[in-house]
């Protein structure tokens, strides 16, 4: 039995798909991966993309610091519920730190890394983002249709104008570049672990991995899962062991 057994199930408010399972945005998977890993109690809550605004007011989550081109307020996903402690909290890195400080056992920020984890979130984001579109595109494939057309309007705006399908080759070459770097990363490690030991720095790459593999096309995936030698696959299925998600 988890020494958390007796605790009120925690909300997490995720964003639905018409995939099997619901889950995609890596974002709501790293709190859900930091959660099964402690062995917290929780509950999910599945949001429209398009709905995301209004669900996060009705229950008091601030909105991002920052605004969109617009001027309007951007309320995004994860966020987390905690009725043991009555916090509401937005973003999933704040998520991350709230839930080691709650609940440290089983620690995700080992050898006090939380300060060098958040500089490896920011960087591993940047990396990442000169592919974005592709990914983007694809993601509007496995959402409701009143969702997407949202999705694509606020993301173009904040993110990448359109059109996304423009950019597939160039986002390809990115893609692979940014493996390429972060496969030199692992290997400045004892190879299976980022920081030498489990910890959120694997869960943030894995959630990545996990989108690719939820929303890209059958032949996209399989690029992927044949960079370096299948190790972005190993990644996902080590993390998704750990946190007793596999």
Known sequence: MSQYSTLQSLVLYDIVSE????YWSPNPAKPRFIMSYKGLPFVTIWVEYKDISIAMKSIGAKPNKDKRVDGTDVYSIP????????AIITDSLEIASYLEKTYPEKSVFANKSEAQIRAFDATHTSLNLPSIATIFLRSTEIMGASSVKFFVRVRSMDHVPLPWEARYDADWESLEKAHNTMYEWY???NGKWIMGDFSYADIIVACRVLWYKRVLKEDEWAKISAWHGGKWVQVLADVEKECNLA
Do not use: A, E, F, M
């Open 19 to 22: 995939l099997p399972g619901y």
């Open 79 to 86: 966020v987390l519920s905690d009725p043991n402690t009555g």
């Open 187 to 189: 290997q400045k490690s």
